[in-house]
């Protein structure tokens, strides 16, 4: 549940974030180019089991901000989030190590996820074929394109049943081919009990994998219901 929740950061005039609270501290005496950002306004909803739901909106609209929050990665303001378990966040800047290879980075992928090292080897070929890297496994994964890398993190972090997962522009890489496999993989999760959040620019996928959906304009939340609804009232809203 999201009750009432606002985020508020600072910027630099330059648009840059300041850093941590003592770094902000250290900077007063300069900081009269900063200024705060109030980027979540009361955003308030309750997320339920196999339920899906896309999060839409503009640039900058606050979509990735909310999606930390749930994470616990970006402390609000005020306001609160509850969950049942911890929220896992699934995207293309899940970190990894490029100068291991990827068969390694599959280890550490594991490891983190929970996984001891019998388990990471049972489900070893299962995320490299699904990743579709049988040939490249063993390179270094900074030879990897955006795309190849996108798909390996993808597969590591579907390769767990999730309470939560949080799924941040994942499906707007590789072609079309691993987007459909992985919006198929998004809705096995969601049928296992599972809730699922999903920021993406592509319409196609939001109506494809979701059940629900939230439109968020300028850190307001503007609508609040099932996808073909909100996404028309959103297309209307950008002509």
């Not at 999201?2 to 850093?19: E, I, P, T």
């Not at 001891?116 to 699904?130: A, D, G, L, Y």
């Not at 955006?146 to 499906?171: N, P, Q, T, W």
């Amino acid at each position: 549940m999201v009750d009432n929740l606002h985020v508020k950061y600072q910027v630099f005039s330059s648009g840059k974030a300041v850093g941590n609270a003592g770094a902000r501290r250290l900077l007063q005496p300069k900081m009269r180019g900063v200024r705060t950002v109030h980027a979540l306004k009361g955003i308030s909803f309750v997320a339920y089991e196999n339920e899906s739901i896309g999060i839409i909106g503009s640039n900058g609209s606050g979509k990735s901000t909310l999606l930390r929050a749930i994470t616990g990665l970006t402390p609000p303001a005020a306001g609160s989030v509850y969950a049942r378990s911890r929220p896992s966040l699934l995207g293309v800047g899940a970190a990894l190590i490029p100068d291991l290879s990827g068969d390694k980075n599959i280890t550490l992928g594991g490891l983190a996820l929970g996984y001891n090292r019998e388990q990471v080897e049972q489900m070893r070929e299962e995320i490299t074929k699904f990743a579709e890297l049988e040939e490249f496994i063993d390179l270094p994964m900074k030879t990897y394109s955006s795309g190849m890398a996108a798909r390996l993190k993808f597969a590591i972090a579907a390769s767990k049943e999730h309470d939560i997962l949080i799924v941040d522009e994942a499906l707007a890489v590789g072609d079309a081919k691993f987007r459909k496999r992985s919006e198929a993989k998004i809705r096995e999760i969601r049928e296992n009990a599972g809730t699922v959040f999903l920021v993406s620019h592509s319409m196609n996928s939001i109506k494809e994998t979701c059940n629900r959906c939230i439109w968020i304009e300028k850190g307001v939340q503007k609508m609040d219901g099932d996808p073909d609804t909100v996404i028309k009232a959103y297309q209307q809203h950008k002509k």
